[in-house]
């Protein structure tokens, strides 16, 4: 019966319709179940616009350089000029002005041995133009008071009643400094400046006393109630004509939309660009997992197609309604999504203000996103069904009488499927096998690096989608070696592996997904593991020990590096000393600092790598190059040079090579005795020291009592710098752990859509294979093996996708690693990678608590029936 006229045709298209959304209808479950997957994807991204609009919306009302209430802000014209008293006097006299604020910041230095800096700051401290709160004590109130910051309270110490000396301009000679004093009263934060250097906050009156500072950089502007702001704008632009013509004048909101442009377009800009393309990968495996549950899904219903063939309907028709399915699905899926994530957003500021006492800003409803998320979660799920569904309407009346089961358990993959996968494997393998060939030297930068690591990005792909074609194949010989412990543990064991080996295809649609969080998460952790240890490579020559205790061009008195030893403050106090020399070949000398910094007597020096030999061999006669000088050289490992010092040639051998820098970026280093045959003095030229343990509040008393040394040993104090190298170091490690953090936080997306796909696929094969469960019971196995069985299962998935996983995310990582930093070293975090392994066959098999439940509540007479 084939249909041939238009009416016709179209009663045909609307029969076969309306025959599929009848059947979902009749299964509202199967709407939850096949689109749980695209529902978490939905509430993921929608999610992240109304985390986005959270943290913007709390930015700008928290961080705003401009207060709100500032109507007009006068502006210099130049760094160099500024907006004098007398201006900003002229301006609080006009009578549209209710109160003006000067701003201005100097950065001063403290008057110590130590390095530290105290950034000053401009500030009413009370009324609407304040932007700070007192935390502790008072507002300044008198000349030569200031507020710290909650930073510079911390790092220095400071209290209400410290009394500290400052480095400041002087007045009649602004190229020289004089020292003023200045006693801190309270402590405050600021909404405009706090999170980064230590601070000090006073009146704009008050500061200049301080600082010596003849005006201001701008002038906030508060207008007074029914001020007109036209007619209060041309009276302060005539104050501006009179006395600072090259002045600019705008209104606060639009200083406060550049403000808040410019904060959008720095840090937050680029991390939710990063959290884009997360975002996209999770999109990915939510299509991936939707993909697998419509093909399992429309296999149950292969009798009801293959029924509809032989009456007549076309198998475009069949395509056609099932991808109205997919889109019935996605549309419910997603609408669920959207609004759990705008429900938790709205949910967030006040649940975070009442378990934590964080104030955020509301979200809005933005209603165009929400759209757009819907609208993309219809069109994945359609992208999803449309693979299935084309292979489902390819069925032929003769499959109606084959079951669900029979089909999905398919093992082979057709012949294109397998010229495809393999030649996306050799494309693949054949990409990074390039790649490799053309990796620099550690230590030597190629010349693009952009182009290799897209290449990377590219072969990996690649290769999943090649996993994606081969799959099948690759599940058997897996479970050989992973199902061994399992069959070894009895008659559950046995049949959860073989339960998994009889459906190669639908294990390998699961694992594939679960693989691609597995390669995402394990790839994290090993770049997270190279680049900590290049980071702890970097700060072992950089910032070798807690402090640096060196002279201006003079070494340090033998006194006080014996007090600094018999400190206990102190610990692993190691002296060294430099001297310049000369090397290199003719026409190309060089001035080189050689060191005998002894690596081994600091707790960093095990860090330290080497492009070539090794730091056991250093011995006299015998140096350690860095890895321009070693080029400057030509030299590496084994080769000798000549150095030519004070007191003549010196002949070498090199011992190592470093891929960077020397510590403390000397060019070589060489043991006591061969600097002395240099002509080095028998001084240090400078100390490095630990505190006695790795905490803030030991460092600072160590910084103390280094400087209570220096005063009382050094003849002159002045001439001798602190340098806390620590600091450089906790800058670094708390920079690589806010990124691991997020990067892990960021791939754990994709593992919870993997999961929920898990839960799918175990959810709908339970219902699948009734028959076969239904004969396992019938022939004496109990309801809890059979419950083990299927958790077991959905455990042996996440077994799978991790042995895929950690196949592509280790190599892959450690190519992306070597192209982008090639000095980097090469590790692999077992440990966490084990965790991760375990931990995800873990919630794969939680996974399938519930869908093992649901399987054992039917009695074997029941499963026997025929129930489709």
């Not at 002087?170 to 009263?185: E, G, L």
Request: proline share 5%.
């Amino acid at each position: 019966m084939n249909p041939g006229s238009p009416a016709k045709d179209y009663s045909w298209r609307a029969s076969v319709l309306g025959s599929q959304l009848t059947e979902l209808l009749r299964r509202p479950g199967r709407i939850l179940t096949t689109g749980l997957s695209v529902l978490v994807a939905a509430f993921v991204v929608f999610g992240t616009v109304m985390a986005q609009q959270i943290t913007v919306n709390t930015t700008l009302d928290r961080f705003r350089g401009t207060p709100e209430a500032a109507a007009l802000v006068a502006t210099t014209g130049s760094d160099t000029a500024a907006l004098s008293t007398t201006t900003l006097t002229q301006i609080r006299a006009l009578p549209g002005v209710a109160e003006a604020s000067g701003r201005t910041k100097h950065i001063a230095p403290i008057v110590g041995p130590s390095e530290r800096l105290l950034e000053l700051h401009s500030d009413p401290g009370t009324g609407p133009l304040s932007q700070v709160r007192l935390v502790k004590g008072s507002y300044p109130k008198h000349d030569g008071e200031i507020a710290a910051n909650r930073q510079a309270a911390e790092e220095l110490e400071l209290a209400p009643g410290t009394r500290m000396t400052l480095l400041v301009p002087d007045r009649t000679d602004p190229d020289k400094n004089v020292k003023v004093t200045v006693t801190v009263t309270g402590v405050v934060t600021s909404t405009a400046t706090d999170g980064q250097r230590p601070g000090g906050y006073t009146t704009d009156a008050r500061i200049a006393h301080i600082a010596h500072l003849s005006g201001y950089q701008h002038v906030d502007i508060r207008a007074r109630d029914g001020a007109a702001q036209d007619e209060l704008s041309q009276q302060v632009r005539g104050v501006l004509d009179r006395t600072s013509p090259s002045a600019s004048l705008a209104s606060g909101s639009a200083v406060r939309a550049k403000e808040a442009h410019e904060t959008l377009e720095g840090d937050l800009k680029e991390v939710f660009e990063l959290i884009s393309v997360f975002l996209a990968v999770a999109v990915v495996a939510a299509a991936l997992v939707a993909t697998s549950a419509f093909r399992i899904v429309f296999a149950q219903r292969l009798r009801q197609l293959a029924l509809l063939r032989a009456i007549g309907a076309q198998q475009s028709r069949l395509v056609t309604a099932l991808a109205v399915e997919g889109a019935v699905v996605g549309a419910v899926a997603g609408s669920l999504g959207v609004l759990l994530a705008l429900g938790a957003g709205h949910i967030a500021a006040p649940a975070a203000h009442l378990l934590a006492g964080a104030e955020l800003s509301a979200p809005g409803f933005p209603v165009l996103y929400a759209v757009l998320v819907v609208l993309g979660t219809v069109l994945v799920t359609v992208c999803a069904v449309l693979t299935p569904a084309l292979s489902s309407a390819r069925v032929s009346p003769l499959q109606a009488l084959r079951s669900a089961s029979t089909v999905t358990g398919e093992r082979g993959i057709g012949p294109a499927r397998l010229t495809a996968g393999a030649f996306l494997a050799a494309a693949a393998l054949g990409l990074a096998v390039l790649l490799l060939g053309d990796l620099p030297e550690p230590g030597r930068e190629g010349p693009d690096r952009v182009l290799p690591m897209l290449g990377t990005v590219a072969s990996m792909a690649l290769a999943f989608l090649a996993l994606i074609a081969l799959g099948p194949l690759l599940v058997r010989p897996v479970l050989a070696v992973a199902g061994w412990p399992l069959r070894r543990l009895g008659a559950t064991g046995g049949l959860a592996v073989r339960g998994i080996a009889g459906a190669p295809r639908r294990a390998a649609a699961v694992s594939v997904v679960v693989a691609l969080g597995v390669a995402l998460v394990s790839g994290a952790l090993v770049g997270l593991a190279c680049l900590t240890g290049y980071l702890e490579r970097a700060d072992a020559l950089a910032a070798p020990a807690d402090f640096r205790v060196a002279g201006d061009g003079k070494a340090l008195e033998p006194a006080a590096v014996r007090q600094f030893a018999a400190s206990t403050q102190l610990t692993h106090v190691t002296g060294y000393r430099t001297l310049q020399v000369a090397a290199g070949p003719a026409g190309a000398r060089e001035e080189i600092e050689v060191s005998d910094l002894a690596l081994g007597a600091l707790p960093t020096g095990k860090d330290i790598g080497t492009a070539t030999g090794t730091l056991d061999d250093l011995e006299p006669g015998s140096a350690v190059l860095a890895s321009d000088v070693a080029d400057l050289l030509g030299v590496t490992a084994g080769d000798t040079f000549t150095l030519d010092s004070p007191l003549g040639g010196i002949r070498l051998t090199v011992a190592a090579s470093l891929p960077g820098q020397g510590p403390l970026q000397a060019g070589v280093l060489v043991v006591p005795a061969d600097l002395d045959r240099m002509g080095a003095g028998e001084n240090p030229s400078g100390v490095l020291a630990d505190a006695a343990d790795d905490s803030l509040a030991a460092r600072g008393k160590a910084h103390r009592a280094l400087e209570a040394m220096i005063r009382e040993h050094i003849a002159d104090p002045d001439a001798v710098t602190i340098s806390v190298l620590a600091e450089s170091r906790d800058d670094s490690r708390e920079a690589m752990r806010i990124t691991g953090t997020t990067a892990l936080g960021l791939v754990a997306l994709t593992v919870l859509i993997a999961v929920v796909g898990v839960t799918t696929t175990t959810s709908l094969t339970a219902v699948e294979r009734t028959r076969e469960f239904g004969l396992l019971r019938a022939l004496g196995l109990s309801g809890g093996a059979l419950h083990r069985t299927i958790t077991v299962e959905a455990g042996l998935y996440g077994v799978l996708g991790s042995v895929f996983g950690v196949a592509l995310g280790i190599p892959y990582a450690w190519l992306l690693i070597r192209i982008a930093v090639s000095e980097a070293p090469l590790r692999l975090p077992a440990g966490q990678l084990l965790v991760v392994c375990t931990g995800l066959a873990a919630l794969t098999a939680l996974a399938g608590l519930l869908p093992a439940r649901r399987a054992t509540r039917v009695t074997p007479m029941t499963a026997l029936s025929d129930t489709e």
